[in-house]
């Protein structure tokens, strides 16, 4: 039973928030299609807007990201998903019609498609403009009014996103809610319609513990350790240089970077040179360069360097692939000779540190994946169309990109989300919009009842027919 606290006084303007959209929604439950698409063109306008205010913002919260990692891994991802939806959303809006067998005749059935209501979102720090803008493209696509928790770790965004929101929506249609970890667990407990959070999975346990209580259903957006395989035949600078991308992008803050690298056993120094070069190419040195993202805080830094100190305890062997780090630039680390017990092997490593696992056969790749939980992506290097299948097929995870790290998040008509313990539900393009909408059945018939031939008593000569010609 979830041991929550009620929700006090405390938090009364929570409650008031909820009622004042839940209020608007019923006065309004069906928006039009030129009405929402109104609404995600004014979002798209104050977000091209607002880019580099966002961006500065980001930067300030981190101590240093990037501009152009920001721009492109948030902002772009944000603009061509509202395209997406805007192209096609009057097709999503129409009632899907479906067969309707003999014995229903004479009538017509469909799936008519409802907004649900109000829509919770929390979202976490790593990328807190991307990932509240996804889900608030989903749900008003959908009709839905939202309430936006943002993270208490990056309160510059935060603030940020709250203000650019305001200028374009009224507190009942969008509302972004700001404070720390207590008002993160009151809105949690909020009677949502849907609630969607992405963030760790030890906290998605809370949420889904507080949500039971009003039966909100959740989607949740975790993480895990996401492995990437590289076969035996791959060019290894192809698939060192990608890898590298999706570990060193927000300096291995994402849900989706590689977290460690399966390699063959006679490849493993190979694939340690390759990587090495690639990161020398990407970031000349890393004090004081604009390129290389800072841990978000000093926790998250304390909680990298006790995986680095567990590890080398343990018998790893550590190549940092720079002499020092600078504040909170902490170096790009390949770990070799890493065993189970090891915190760096059990837990979603969250920044830039890349184990490597040696493997002899890909068999033997893909049984140490499904011995350990399922990770919301993975992803496989090499140009094998049999052996791509052999994986895909062989392996569960969220999601999977074959030569390729983080972008499949990115494609606006793929869906997003996890498996067991990396998540329930997804997200993104038209699935987005088919969570965020109640999928209502309709049958509908006319005057003539057929339906009458069925109706007690039982045993007339016609029931005896259709009993012969439909159940058999």
Same mark, same amino acid.
């Given at each position: 039973?979830?041991?929550?606290?009620?929700?006090?006084?405390?938090?009364?303007?929570?409650?008031?928030?909820?009622?004042?959209?839940?209020?608007?929604?019923?006065?309004?439950?069906?928006?039009?299609?030129?009405?929402?698409?109104?609404?995600?063109?004014?979002?798209?306008?104050?977000?091209?807007?607002?880019?580099?205010?966002?961006?500065?913002? @980001?930067?300030?919260?981190?101590?240093?990201? %990037?501009?152009?990692?920001?721009?492109?891994?948030?902002? &772009?991802?944000?603009?061509?998903?509202?395209?997406?939806?805007?192209?096609?959303?009057?097709?999503?809006?129409?009632? %899907?019609?479906?067969?309707?067998?003999?014995?229903?005749?004479?009538?017509?059935?469909?799936?008519?498609?409802?907004?649900?209501?109000?829509?919770?979102?929390?979202?976490?720090?790593?990328?807190?403009?991307?990932?509240?803008?996804?889900?608030?493209?989903?749900?008003?696509?959908?009709?839905?009014?939202?309430?936006?928790?943002?993270?208490?770790?990056? *309160?510059?965004?935060?603030?940020?996103?709250?203000?650019?929101?305001?200028?374009?929506?009224?507190? #009942?249609?969008?509302?972004?809610?700001?404070?720390? +970890?207590? @008002?993160?667990?009151?809105?949690?407990?909020?009677?949502? #319609?849907?609630?969607?959070? $992405?963030?760790?999975?030890?906290?998605?346990?809370?949420?889904?513990?507080?949500?039971?209580?009003?039966?909100?259903? =959740? !989607?949740?957006?975790?993480?895990?350790?996401?492995?990437?395989?590289?076969?035996?035949?791959?060019? &290894?600078?192809?698939?060192?240089?990608?890898?590298?991308?999706?570990?060193?992008?927000?300096?291995?803050?994402?849900?989706? +970077?590689?977290?460690?690298? &399966? @390699?063959?056993?006679?490849?493993?120094?190979?694939?340690?040179?390759?990587?090495?070069?690639?990161?020398?190419?990407?970031?000349?040195?890393?004090?004081?360069?604009?390129?290389?993202? %800072?841990?978000?805080?000093?926790?998250?830094?304390?909680?990298?360097?006790?995986?680095?100190?567990?590890?080398?305890?343990?018998?790893?062997?550590?190549?940092?692939?720079?002499?020092?780090?600078?504040?909170?630039?902490?170096?790009?680390?390949?770990?070799?000779? =890493?065993?189970?017990?090891?915190?760096?092997?059990?837990?979603?490593?969250? /920044?830039?540190?890349?184990?490597? =696992?040696?493997?002899?056969?890909? #068999?033997? +790749?893909?049984?140490?994946?499904? +011995?350990?939980?399922?990770?919301?992506? &993975?992803?496989?290097? /090499?140009?094998?169309? #049999?052996?791509?299948?052999?994986?895909?097929?062989? !392996?569960?995870?969220?999601?999977?990109?074959?030569?390729?790290?983080?972008?499949?998040?990115?494609?606006?008509?793929?869906?997003?989300?996890?498996?067991?313990?990396?998540?329930?539900?997804?997200?993104?393009?038209?699935?987005?919009?088919? $969570?965020? %909408?109640?999928?209502?059945?309709?049958?509908?018939?006319?005057?003539?009842?057929?339906?009458? @031939?069925?109706?007690? *008593?039982?045993?007339?000569?016609?029931?005896?027919?259709?009993?012969?010609?439909?159940?058999?």
């Amino acid at each position: 039973m979830d041991s929550s606290p009620p929700l006090s006084v405390t938090h009364a303007p929570l409650i008031s928030l909820l009622e004042q959209q839940r209020s608007a929604f019923q006065a309004h439950p069906m928006p039009t299609l030129a009405a929402r698409l109104g609404w995600l063109k004014r979002l798209r306008t104050v977000l091209v807007d607002e880019q580099e205010a966002l961006a500065e913002a @980001v930067s300030q919260d981190f101590g240093n990201r %990037s501009r152009d990692e920001t721009l492109f891994a948030e902002i &772009l991802p944000s603009l061509q998903s509202i395209d997406h939806v805007c192209k096609h959303l009057r097709r999503w809006m129409k009632p %899907s019609r479906r067969p309707l067998g003999i014995a229903f005749q004479p009538g017509s059935a469909q799936v008519f498609y409802q907004p649900l209501g109000v829509v919770g979102v929390i979202v976490p720090w790593n990328y807190p403009i991307f990932l509240a803008m996804g889900p608030l493209i989903g749900a008003l696509a959908a009709g839905n009014r939202v309430m936006i928790k943002m993270s208490e770790s990056t *309160p510059a965004t935060s603030q940020r996103v709250k203000e650019l929101l305001a200028s374009v929506f009224p507190e #009942d249609q969008v509302a972004v809610v700001l404070g720390e +970890a207590d @008002v993160g667990a009151a809105f949690s407990r909020l009677p949502f #319609d849907h609630l969607l959070f $992405t963030g760790a999975t030890s906290i998605a346990r809370h949420i889904l513990h507080a949500a039971a209580d009003n039966l909100t259903p =959740v !989607t949740l957006e975790l993480g895990g350790k996401s492995p990437a395989i590289v076969s035996d035949s791959v060019p &290894l600078d192809d698939a060192a240089e990608r890898i590298a991308f999706g570990k060193t992008m927000n300096a291995g803050q994402t849900c989706v +970077a590689p977290d460690y690298v &399966l @390699v063959p056993e006679s490849r493993v120094e190979a694939f340690v040179d390759a990587y090495r070069q690639v990161i020398g190419r990407f970031y000349p040195q890393l004090s004081d360069n604009p390129d290389y993202t %800072s841990i978000i805080n000093p926790r998250q830094q304390a909680r990298l360097n006790s995986y680095l100190e567990d590890a080398q305890t343990k018998g790893a062997r550590l190549l940092p692939l720079f002499a020092e780090g600078q504040a909170r630039r902490l170096p790009a680390t390949l770990l070799l000779d =890493v065993t189970d017990d090891m915190l760096v092997m059990q837990d979603e490593i969250f /920044g830039p540190l890349l184990p490597i =696992v040696p493997y002899r056969q890909i #068999d033997d +790749a893909i049984t140490y994946i499904n +011995a350990r939980p399922r990770p919301l992506a &993975l992803y496989y290097f /090499g140009y094998d169309r #049999d052996e791509q299948q052999l994986v895909m097929e062989q !392996t569960h995870s969220g999601g999977v990109g074959l030569n390729e790290t983080l972008l499949h998040v990115a494609v606006c008509d793929l869906p997003f989300g996890g498996i067991g313990p990396s998540g329930m539900g997804h997200y993104h393009g038209h699935e987005g919009f088919l $969570t965020f %909408s109640k999928a209502k059945g309709v049958l509908r018939k006319p005057r003539l009842n057929a339906t009458r @031939v069925l109706y007690p *008593p039982y045993g007339k000569g016609i029931q005896k027919l259709l009993r012969k010609l439909l159940i058999r």
